[in-house]
């Protein structure tokens, strides 16, 4: 697929059918994210990908809660990516202070777009997810709890598949040439 399709057909997928994926088409989109550059190839990630049945139901309930329920729609999520940051090289480390700027969650951030590109051209849906509760994730999948989860990529396939227009700021306001 040419790129520029693939990243219009890349969109967040809130409608899952529930059907089962095949661990091989899991697998290529951890290799996706395990090929991403990162700041002095740290690679501050370790992807927990979650496709036990009883699991994913227990990760989507980590998702939303009684008042924040605009991620119940995880429920029929057939697996989940949990993205644990894991600590940077020493050279990472000190180049981040340096330039006051936070290297890993730019590497995370990258990983995961990796990751759910690829998704999208295997035909499978994904979301990522900012909102979720850390310490039950953790306690449910023996992550250490001094360990930070930096994102949650919900993942299945899409119940009725069809591209949406995109919602972005135009290019003048996001770009521009020679000056800012
Ligand atoms: C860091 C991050 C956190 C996000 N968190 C959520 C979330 O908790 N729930 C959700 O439904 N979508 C979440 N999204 C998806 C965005 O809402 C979505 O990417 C954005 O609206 C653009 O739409 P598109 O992905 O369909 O192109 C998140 C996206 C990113 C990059």
């Not at 429920?75 to 050279?91: H, K, M, Q, S």
């Not at 995370?108 to 994904?126: I, K, R, S, W």
């Not at 119940?159 to 700021?169: G, L, Q, T």
Request: charged letters at 25%; one cysteine or more.
């Amino acid at each position: 697929m040419d790129f520029s399709e693939l990243i219009k057909k890349r969109q967040s997928v809130r409608n899952f059918n529930g059907k089962t994926i095949d661990r091989d088409i899991l697998d290529k989109c951890v290799e996706a994210a395990r090929l991403t550059p990162s700041a002095c190839n740290a690679q501050p990630w370790k992807f927990v990908v979650v496709d036990n049945p009883e699991l994913v139901k227990k990760v989507a309930s980590c998702t939303y809660g009684p008042i924040a329920r605009f991620n119940k729609f995880t429920d029929d999520a057939a697996a989940f990516a949990v993205i644990v940051i894991e600590p940077g090289t020493l050279a990472s480390i000190a180049g981040a202070v340096y330039s006051n700027l936070d290297y890993a969650y730019m590497d995370l951030g990258m990983a995961v777009e990796h990751f759910c590109l690829q998704a999208a051209e295997l035909e499978l849906g994904t979301c990522i997810l900012g909102w979720f509760k850390p310490k039950e994730i953790k306690r449910l999948l023996n992550i250490p709890m001094r360990k930070k989860v930096g994102l949650l990529i919900a993942i299945g396939y899409e119940k009725e598949p069809r591209i949406r227009a995109k919602s972005r700021k135009a290019t003048e306001q996001m770009s521009s040439y020679n000056k800012y």
